[in-house]
Structures are given as C-alpha cells and as structure tokens.
C-alpha cells in the first residue's frame, strides 16, 4: 500500500508515504503500526493507532521524539521512556487515539551526538549547555513531517500529551489546532536534574518539581530515603 500526501513544511516541502500497517500486541493493548517515509529524502517516522479508524474528532495524540536509551534500555537520565509508556496507558484509557513516533533522536541531534553530550554532562553540563557545547542547538526537531501525518489521518485538531510549549507551536505553525493535556512525569529522582532543565532553560510547563511532589507526598516523620542525595 503507497499513498502519497503533500506535506506543508515551511522549510523542507515532502510528499508522505503510507509504507503499510500492522498489528501490535502490547503491554499496553493493540495498536496498528503505520510505517511512513519521505520523498525525496527518505525520513521514516511510525504512527501507533489505538481504537480503530476514523479517529473520534479532536483524538488524543502523543508526539514522542526516539530515545534509544529511555525507550528501549530504561535509561533514568531522562524521562522519555516513562513518557511514552504513561501516553501509551492514557491512549488505551481513553478508549481512541494516537502517537507519533518521530525519529529526532536526542532532540534532532542523533544518538550519538547525544551520547557525546552524555558525556558532557557527566563533566557537570547540564542538556542544554552540552549541545551548545557541540556545536548544536538546544533543540533541533520540527513538527511539519508530524502535521503530515495527522492530515493523513485527517486530523485537523488535537488533544495533544504533552508539556512542551515548542511542540505546540510547532504544530499550529503547520495548520493544526492544539489543546494541550498534560503528561506529567512519575517521580524519580534520577532524572530530576534533568526535568528541572527542561522547565527553566527549555519551557516546559512542568508545575512542580517531581522531586518536590515526592516529598510533599511522603509523611512528614520518614521522608523517603532515596532523596537523602538530592537534599
Ligand atoms: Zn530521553
């Protein structure tokens, strides 16, 4: 199965190509995989579809950008994993809806740019200071192959998980409307360093630190002891 849809992106105009489409049992109930790529530059990107087609109008979507170590190893540096794993539970809860998993690694550096970066950290940079550091922005991604897809699926507004305000309007600079739901990440401390650099260096509408809903959530007379290195 080929279909192609012209692509509105301001900077790189593509025609879309619906690959093909499966079934995928998982944890978290059974999706169908839609693969998709580019003409003429061959970008790849997946669409998880959660309830069947057509899409109850404005659907619950997640866009989730690929993180080799927080997807696929657990990493705890950032929250990624966490955040496709608790979008892919809201999905199924919601009964209908839809993720977007785009291929921008390491916030559009790639992954081994990213693991450089890693090891910048390590120094004592924090993820935005070790991209700069290498030459990168502190965010390369863009939405326009994102846009695409939801108009494949004739998507023109959506119920949109997630915290970041770039996304957002990444997304109404290409046609589509937003509401935005809020995907609030569990509590961990090893990515709390992390997060915090998300919510003042990047925008993110993260309220409260996790590390801080953690101690208002433990009792007063034993807070947890996994914080004692954060304190
Ligand atoms: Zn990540």
């Not at 849809?5 to 190509?17: A, D, E, F, K």
């Not at 109850?56 to 990624?80: E, K």
């Not at 996304?167 to 509401?179: D, W």
């Not at 925008?203 to 409260?208: F, I």
């Amino acid at each position: 199965m080929s279909e192609a849809r012209q692509g509105s992106g301001n900077n790189s105009p593509h025609s879309l190509v619906h690959l093909g489409q499966s079934m995928l049992a998982t944890r978290f109930g059974e999706f169908r995989l839609h693969t998709f790529t580019t003409v003429p530059d061959g970008e790849k990107i997946l669409a998880l579809v959660f309830g069947g087609l057509p899409l109850a109008q404005p659907p619950l979507v997640r866009i989730h950008s690929q993180c080799l170590t927080g997807d696929a190893f657990g990493s705890l540096r950032c929250d990624c994993g966490q955040q496709l794993e608790r979008a892919l539970e809201n999905i199924r809860t919601a009964g209908q809806g839809l993720l977007i998993y785009q291929m921008q690694e390491g916030r559009g550096i790639g992954l081994m740019n990213k693991l450089r970066a890693y090891e910048l950290q390590d120094g004592g940079l924090d993820t935005v200071d070790a991209n700069l550091r290498l030459g990168f922005r502190a965010d390369h991604r863009t939405y326009a192959l994102c846009a695409s897809v939801l108009r494949y699926f004739e998507i023109s507004r959506v119920r949109l998980l997630s915290n970041n305000p770039a996304k957002i309007q990444g997304l109404e600079a290409e046609g589509i409307l937003v509401e935005r739901v809020s995907l609030l990440p569990p509590p961990s401390p090893a990515s709390d360093r992390y997060l915090r650099t998300k919510r003042e260096r990047l925008g993110h509408l993260l309220d409260t630190p996790p590390f801080l809903r953690v101690r208002e959530a433990a009792a007063p007379e034993r807070p947890p002891s996994t914080l004692d290195d954060y304190r």
